[in-house]
């Protein structure tokens, strides 16, 4: 049967099958609940086993259909099953060495979450940040001795499993980058060697946004050498400017295409 759980994720409701082994140990090694150094008590959080859709979506979907999602649900909290899941596909990810030099906290508590979306503004107040009842803040060891030499690399594609799978279980999403991390190393007494690149945000979506334009792959990918676009660019009046040329081709319609 199909289930329509959000407006987010349409798909065959799937059996939930482990996919991996997840020794508690190593997702203590890597995920803290709210504030640093505090433990994740992962053995109750596996008890409180509640039933949640998890949706048969290929992998090429998620990919395509993920979306930033900046208007959130704020009565429906995650359940903790799902935030295990969440945790796990966080794990999965290829890391440059398999150490602890990553820290992951998963902020729950309302008071810390209302701290960090007053301080999470780009010019103004970015008000979806307030609307969740999950944030994932990442962290890399930055010191001297420090054994991640990728971390920036690693922290990003840990996000990005994370949203992904976020996807396949209903779950609104969006990524974070601008936020003050002098107040949020504070509020979440993460140490001045462990630097903040970035944090995600995680709620039930209330609406499903129209894809942001993608920039042109004969733009940015080069085939077997420097300049030789892989694809002929059209000739166009847009502006090369990034930023510019996505907010013109708004006016216009996108060739993006959704498979929602
Ligand atoms: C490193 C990084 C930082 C970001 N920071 C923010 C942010 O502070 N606020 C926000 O609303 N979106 C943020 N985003 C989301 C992008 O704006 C969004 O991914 C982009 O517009 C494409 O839209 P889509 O995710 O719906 O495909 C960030 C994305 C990345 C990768």
Redesign the pocket.
């Given at each position: 049967s199909i289930f329509i759980d959000a407006i987010l994720a349409v798909g065959k409701v799937k059996e939930n099958v482990e996919i991996a082994e997840y020794k508690a140990k190593d997702i203590n090694d890597f995920y803290f609940y709210n504030q640093w150094d505090e433990k994740l008590k992962i053995k109750d959080w596996q008890s409180e086993s509640i039933e949640f859709h998890n949706y048969d979506i290929e992998v090429v979907d998620a990919i395509v259909d993920?979306?930033?999602i900046?208007h959130f649900n704020e009565n429906k909290s995650i359940p903790r099953s799902v935030i295990l899941e969440l945790l796990k596909a966080g794990m999965m990810v290829s890391l440059t060495i398999n150490q602890p030099y990553l820290k992951i906290i998963i902020v729950e508590d309302k008071n810390f979450l209302n701290q960090i979306a007053k301080h999470s503004k780009?010019v103004l107040k970015?008000s979806?940040v307030g609307e969740v009842p999950l944030i994932i803040v990442i962290t890399y060891d930055c010191s001297n001795n420090s054994p991640g030499f990728y971390s920036e690399t690693d922290s990003g594609s840990i996000i990005q499993s994370i949203l992904l799978r976020a996807h396949t279980l209903g779950i609104g999403s969006?990524?974070?980058?601008?936020f003050n991390r002098k107040v949020v190393r504070k509020i979440l007494k993460i140490p001045e060697d462990w630097h903040i690149p970035?944090m995600a945000i995680f709620g039930y979506p209330n609406n499903f946004?129209k894809?942001?334009p993608r920039v042109d792959l004969g733009k940015v990918c080069y085939h077997n050498s420097w300049k030789n676009h892989i694809k002929k660019r059209k000739r166009t009046l847009l502006p090369d400017y990034f930023a510019l040329s996505i907010w013109f081709k708004k006016f216009r319609n996108t060739q993006v295409t959704t498979l929602l």
């Open positions: 993920r979306r930033s900046r780009i970015q979806h969006c990524w974070i980058g601008a970035s946004p894809p942001t």
